[in-house]
Structures are given as structure tokens and as C-alpha cells.
């Protein structure tokens, strides 16, 4: 099993930045790709970045280049910089995680930008 916790929520006004990150637990090594997602109110969850064991990286087109994904696997953490905050943007940012056999979810860190 892996246990996935995300921080770095909060509320920014349009233009701001901030860094989420998600601490991993558990079974990291067998872990491959992690990404983060995102879930506004009223909207299915959509996918926002994924980075792989290699570091190999993957954007959802609505990103801009605004955010950044990146991984310490020495520390079992994934971070997401997000620069140039959209109102938009606001929502419960997941971290996702999948081994050979499963995937896992944290429990989401709430995202507002105010305009």
C-alpha cells in the first residue's frame, strides 16, 4: 500500500503562486508514475500534470506552461510550482500515485484564487 498526503493549499490572489506538495508512504518503490489532479466544484476531476520514475513529464494543455511538476524520490515527495494563478484555477488538488497493481489518491488540498 501507499499512503499519498498533500499540502501547500491555500488562498492567492490572480497572478500569485503556490507549491503544493504530496508526501509518500508506504510501498514507494514500487511506485512509477505520480501526477496531480484537480477537481473544481461542479466539474469532473481532470488531470493537470504526471511525472514517471524516469522523469518524463506530461502537461494538460490548460497549464500554459504555468505549473511545474517535479520529484525528489530520496524524499518520496512530489511537488507542483504553479505560477500565474487564474481564478480557474481554483480547486482540490489531488496527488495520484500508481504502482504495478493500484493507484492511489490522497485526500486533496483546496486551491482558491481570488480575482
Known amino acids: 500500500q501507499v499512503q499519498l498526503v498533500e499540502s501547500g493549499g491555500g488562498l492567492v490572489q490572480a497572478g500569485g503562486s503556490l507549491r503544493l506538495s504530496c508526501a509518500a508512504s508506504g510501498r514507494t518503490f514500487s511506485i512509477d508514475v505520480m501526477g496531480w489532479y484537480r477537481q473544481a466544484p461542479g466539474k469532473q476531476r481532470e488531470l493537470v500534470a504526471t511525472i514517471s520514475s524516469g522523469g518524463i513529464t506530461h502537461y494538460a494543455d490548460s497549464q500554459e506552461g504555468r505549473f511545474t511538476i517535479s520529484r525528489d524520490r530520496a524524499k518520496n515527495a512530489l511537488y507542483l510550482q504553479m505560477n500565474s494563478l487564474k481564478p480557474e484555477d481554483t480547486a482540490v488538488y489531488y496527488c495520484?500515485?500508481?504502482?504495478?497493481?493500484?493507484?492511489?489518491w490522497g485526500q486533496g488540498t483546496q486551491v482558491t484564487v481570488s480575482s
Open positions: 495520484n500515485a500508481a504502482d504495478p497493481w493500484k493507484i492511489y
